[in-house]
């Protein structure tokens, strides 16, 4: 029995995507370069520019007069700040075949602080490739990318992964059939409240001997999502698409990253389907929706938030279970899983759920606390 959906999928559209599967398989183990480095040195206003466009408003990162009286004596860089030098994910072969790529997850270790001064430099390469089917029989193709981030003395300062699956597409094929929140003044008040009680550790150490393994860490509210948010972490992490004839004709080279507008038939590269409804509609989705990416410089904030200026994120490991759509809310709640208080080392499990009780983000974390005896 033929377990593959056959509605809409034809010989030709298999044959199209086992071609793209053979050629993406001889990359793996290849070094492989889908953008050109965004941030080469870590500045005040990349820093900044970087923070806007992913709602991390830390005064280490932000107050010169601030950082100079922390022990790093200067303005730091957030962690998920890499993810601007070079975005970690991989497409795969370029291809004409209707596969529609959504990101499965994202995870960072970082080997040390970044901060004022830095330069920095990235690698890739397609760390691995396979492919699976889901309960309805569709292709899952599965691209994994593997970045190293460099500094100046070519020292290495962090390394990323990224899962990109590959899915097959054919025509506006649902891909998710939720409707899109409307938020009432009254929850529009309780968001408020909910902002401004957001807390930061800063200055003052959080030792790890006073964290309790089953204790929780504080909430990170972020949302509804906006097409400013989506601008803005475009902004945030570079262009991801250049514009008018250059873009036009760039998008000839790529083909795999192509979507056409349902109005105009005008192809554009697929980031730009995060904000526009007709595009988010040609993906099968009630409406624009989130980039994995993103939803992991929105977690990170929850734990440097928490940690301090004194603590350090050595790992974040975010996993994407399904989109955040426009209007959605998402609140990050963490718990501490395990201390060793010999090393400092602390292991938090995160989970985002929705104001509708979906849980589209789950994640791990490692964070190293001072320790009050040492």
Not at 78 to 99: E, F, N, R, T, W
Not at 141 to 149: A, G, K, L, P, T
Not at 184 to 193: I, M, R, V
Not at 228 to 243: C, E, Q, R
Request: net charge neutral.
């Amino acid at each position: 029995m033929n377990d593959r959906p056959t509605t809409n999928i034809t010989p030709e559209i298999d044959a199209a995507i086992d071609s793209w599967v053979a050629r993406t398989k001889e990359l793996t183990g290849k070094e492989v370069r889908e953008r050109e480095t965004w941030n080469y040195d870590v500045t005040p206003d990349s820093i900044r520019h970087f923070c806007y466009g992913t709602d991390d408003d830390n005064a280490l990162w932000l107050d010169p007069a601030y950082a100079a009286k922390t022990k790093h004596g200067k303005l730091m860089a957030p962690p998920a700040y890499l993810m601007s030098v070079l975005y970690p994910m991989l497409h795969g072969a370029p291809m004409k075949a209707p596969l529609a790529s959504l990101i499965g997850g994202v995870s960072c270790e970082w080997y040390r602080r970044i901060g004022v001064g830095d330069r920095l430099r990235a690698v890739s390469k397609q760390g691995d490739f396979y492919e699976k089917k889901n309960k309805e029989g569709r292709r899952l193709n599965f691209v994994i990318s593997e970045i190293m981030y460099f500094d100046a003395a070519d020292k290495p300062v962090g390394k990323a992964n990224g899962t990109m699956i590959m899915a097959t597409q054919v025509g506006d094929t649902v891909m998710l059939k939720r409707p899109l929140n409307r938020l009432s003044d009254e929850a529009l008040a309780t968001l408020e409240q909910t902002y401004r009680a957001e807390t930061k550790t800063g200055s003052k150490p959080l030792f790890a001997e006073d964290v309790a393994v089953g204790s929780t860490i504080p909430s990170l509210t972020r949302g509804p999502l906006t097409i400013g948010d989506l601008v803005a972490w475009n902004a945030g992490i570079g262009p991801s698409y250049k514009a008018g004839r250059w873009g036009f004709l760039d998008l000839k080279k790529s083909p795999h990253a192509v979507s056409h507008n349902k109005v105009m038939n005008f192809p554009v590269k697929y980031s730009q389907q995060h904000e526009d409804f007709n595009l988010a509609a040609s993906r099968g989705m009630p409406g624009p929706f989130d980039n994995g990416v993103m939803r992991f410089a929105w977690v990170a904030p929850m734990l440097t938030h928490w940690m301090g200026d004194d603590g350090f994120l050595k790992r974040l490991d975010v996993q994407v279970r399904q989109p955040v759509l426009y209007g959605d809310i998402v609140t990050y709640s963490g718990k501490v899983t395990e201390n060793d208080d010999a090393t400092g080392l602390v292991k938090i499990a995160i989970t985002g759920t929705t104001q509708d009780g979906q849980v589209p983000t789950v994640a791990t974390a490692d964070v190293e606390l001072p320790r009050r005896s040492k």
